[in-house]
C-alpha cells in the first residue's frame, strides 16, 4: 500500500508564507487532495505544530512535526519528529541559537502562532528563517538528541539549497533528500529522492506530494495519537528511488 506523503509545508508562522494558511487549512486543503501523511515545517520554528497536532486526526492524516532549518551555511534542512513536544524542544534549542535580529511584519511578513480555531496565540520576535548557528555538519546529530530525522530540502533549486551553497551534495546522516524534480540534474550520492511542496500559500498545497510505500498500521502501530514510529517512516523513505 502506498501512502501520499507532503513533507515540506509552511504555515501562518513563516514570514514568507500567507496568513491565510493556519494548521487547519493546511490540513483541509491537503486532506481534499489525497495527501495522508503530512509533516509542518516553518522556518526554524515548530510553534503551530501543537495546532496541528490537535486537528490532524480530524482530516485523516498521519502528522509529522518539525521545521525547515537553516544552518550557518544558509542550507535549509528540514528536521522531522514522531511528536510535538519533541519538535517544540528542539525549536526551543534552535530560537535560542538563531540570529537575534528582530522581524519587522510590515516589511517581511507576520510569525504568528495559532490555536486549532485559528485564534492567533502569539508572534515570534526575531526573524525566523535566518540563520542558525549550526553548521551542516552538526545538524544531523543535534537532531537525533531529540529523535529527529533530517533531509536536505530542494536540493536540486538555486538557492538556500545544499548545491547552491556548496556546489555539490555531500555527504551526512540524511534519510533521504528532497528534491523539486526526479530525476535532478546532480549527483546525489544514492541517497532516497523525495518531492515535497514547500508549500506557502494555499495554492501551493500537494502540489509535489510522492508515494510512501508503507501502510497506516506500519508507520503507527500504536496509533496515530501515539506518533510515528520513525524507524519504520525510515525504512519505507529507503524504498524510494534513488539517483
Keep these: 500500500m502506498a501512502?501520499?506523503?507532503?513533507?515540506?509545508?509552511?504555515?501562518?508562522?513563516?514570514?514568507?508564507?500567507?496568513?491565510?494558511?493556519?494548521?487547519r487549512a493546511l490540513l483541509s486543503l491537503a486532506a481534499a487532495k489525497g495527501v495522508k501523511v503530512?509533516?509542518?515545517?516553518?522556518?526554524?520554528s515548530a510553534l503551530n505544530c501543537?495546532?496541528?497536532?490537535?486537528?490532524?486526526?480530524?482530516?485523516?492524516?498521519?502528522?509529522?512535526y518539525g521545521m525547515e532549518a537553516t544552518t550557518q551555511e544558509e542550507i535549509h534542512i528540514l528536521c522531522l519528529f514522531s511528536l510535538p513536544d519533541a519538535a517544540l524542544s528542539f525549536g526551543e534549542y534552535a530560537y535560542g541559537i538563531l540570529t537575534p535580529f528582530p522581524n519587522d511584519p510590515e516589511k517581511t511578513g507576520d510569525q504568528v502562532y495559532v490555536d486549532e480555531d485559528d485564534?492567533?496565540?502569539?508572534?515570534?520576535?526575531?526573524?525566523?528563517?535566518?540563520?542558525?548557528?549550526?553548521?551542516?555538519?552538526?545538524i544531523g546529530g543535534k537532531a537525533?538528541?531529540?529523535?529527529?530525522?533530517?533531509?536536505?530540502?530542494?536540493?536540486?533549486?538555486?538557492?538556500?539549497s545544499m548545491t547552491s551553497q556548496l556546489g555539490v551534495v555531500v555527504p551526512g546522516p540524511?534519510?533521504?533528500l528532497e528534491c523539486v524534480r526526479i530525476?535532478?540534474?546532480?549527483?546525489?550520492?544514492?541517497?532516497?529522492?523525495?518531492?515535497?511542496?514547500?508549500?506557502?500559500?494555499?495554492?501551493?498545497?500537494?502540489?509535489?506530494?510522492?508515494?510512501?510505500?508503507?501502510?497506516p498500521e506500519e508507520l503507527c502501530p500504536d496509533g496515530?495519537?501515539?506518533?510515528?514510529d520513525m524507524a519504520a517512516f525510515t525504512r519505507a523513505l529507503e524504498k524510494r528511488p534513488r539517483g
Excluded: Q
Excluded at 503530512?38 to 526554524?44: Q, S
Excluded at 502569539?122 to 526573524?127: A, R
Excluded at 535532478?184 to 495554492?203: F, I, N
Design 224 to 228: 496515530p495519537g501515539a506518533g510515528v
Design 144 to 160: 537525533a538528541e531529540y529523535g529527529g530525522i533530517v533531509i536536505p530540502a530542494h536540493v536540486d533549486r538555486p538557492a538556500f
Design 38 to 44: 503530512m509533516a509542518l515545517t516553518d522556518h526554524n
Design 183 to 215: 530525476p535532478p540534474s546532480m549527483d546525489t550520492l544514492g541517497y532516497p529522492l523525495t518531492t515535497s511542496s514547500d508549500a506557502h500559500y494555499p495554492e501551493h498545497v500537494a502540489r509535489r506530494p510522492f508515494k510512501l510505500d508503507i501502510t
Design 3 to 23: 501512502l501520499l506523503a507532503d513533507l515540506h509545508n509552511h504555515s501562518c508562522l513563516s514570514p514568507c508564507g500567507s496568513l491565510d494558511l493556519s494548521p
Design 50 to 64: 501543537p495546532a496541528f497536532s490537535r486537528l490532524a486526526p480530524r482530516y485523516g492524516i498521519i502528522p509529522l
Design 174 to 176: 540524511w534519510a533521504a
Design 119 to 138: 485564534n492567533i496565540e502569539g508572534e515570534v520576535e526575531y526573524f525566523l528563517p535566518n540563520a542558525l548557528d549550526l553548521s551542516v555538519d552538526a
